[in-house]
Antibody, heavy 114, light 107 residues
Framework: EVQLVESGGGLVQPGGSLRLSCAASGFTFSSYDMHWVRQATGKGLEWVSGISTAGDSYYPDSVKGRFTISRENAKNSLYLQMNSLRAGDTAVYYC????????WGQGTTVTVSS | DIQMTQSPSSLSASVGDRVTITCRASRGISNYLAWFQQKPGKAPKSLIYAASSLQSGVPSKFSGSGSGTDFTLTISSLQPEDFATYYCQQYNSYPRTFGQGTKVEIK
């Protein structure tokens, strides 16, 4: 079964850091682009970052310079290092497979608050 | 950045109705367009990719069409399990962008 399981969410103060992880199983992880997508409560979906099979990374302006996506193919794992967190980063963060976003994890909740 | 605009933002429909949602890109994206369904408290689910290709396991009552800047998602006969929010997303270029969503409610 193809599966993505996120972890690492939690409560963090403004300006703090958090590292999200995503464990992939049931497919050849190294063969797929991977992405992070977030959703604030009651709001729409926002693409946060993507990484190619070659390790090239991409970000929207809203997180560029603060977030870093990485992957470890040997461990079938995707990561999102989030620094200088703001209240506006509060959301459920989803790990998603491929450019088509065809497989989604269940999400992990990040709350940025003092 | 490519802006994705969905219409309507919400709609009320009855079981058995045919429903069409529109997504417009601010510039051409060929057929690099996906559609998702999301129910409250759940992760989004992929329905369609490449504008008109049905994701594996998705019922054929869902269909997509379009190319360039104008796209549609059609549900041929709305069922109770189809009441949800639907999003389009372009994957032609970075940054990836989503439409604002269309909430399909029961009339």
């Amino acid at each position: 079964e193809v599966q993505l399981v996120e972890s690492g969410g939690g409560l963090v103060q403004p300006g703090g850091s958090l590292r999200l992880s995503c464990a992939a199983s049931g497919f050849t992880f190294s063969s797929y682009d991977m992405h992070w997508v977030r959703q604030a409560t009651g709001k729409g979906l926002e693409w946060v970052s993507g990484i190619s099979t070659a390790g090239d990374s991409y970000y929207p302006d809203s997180v560029k310079g603060r977030f870093t996506i990485s992957r470890e193919n040997a461990k079938n794992s995707l990561y999102l290092q989030m620094n200088s967190l703001r209240a506006g980063d509060t959301a459920v963060y989803y790990c998603v497979r491929s450019s088509r976003l065809d497989v989604w994890g269940q999400g992990t909740t990040v709350t940025v608050s003092s | 950045d490519i802006q994705m605009t969905q219409s309507p933002s919400s709609l009320s429909a009855s079981v058995g109705d045919r429903v069409t949602i529109t997504c417009r890109a601010s510039r051409g994206i060929s057929n690099y367009l996906a559609w998702f369904q999301q129910k409250p408290g759940k992760a989004p689910k992929s329905l369609i990719y490449a504008a008109s290709s049905l994701q594996s396991g998705v019922p054929s009552k869902f269909s997509g069409s379009g190319s360039g800047t104008d796209f549609t998602l059609t549900i041929s006969s709305l069922q109770p399990e189809d009441f949800a929010t639907y999003y389009c997303q372009q994957y032609n270029s970075y940054p990836r962008t989503f439409g604002q969503g269309t909430k399909v409610e029961i009339k």
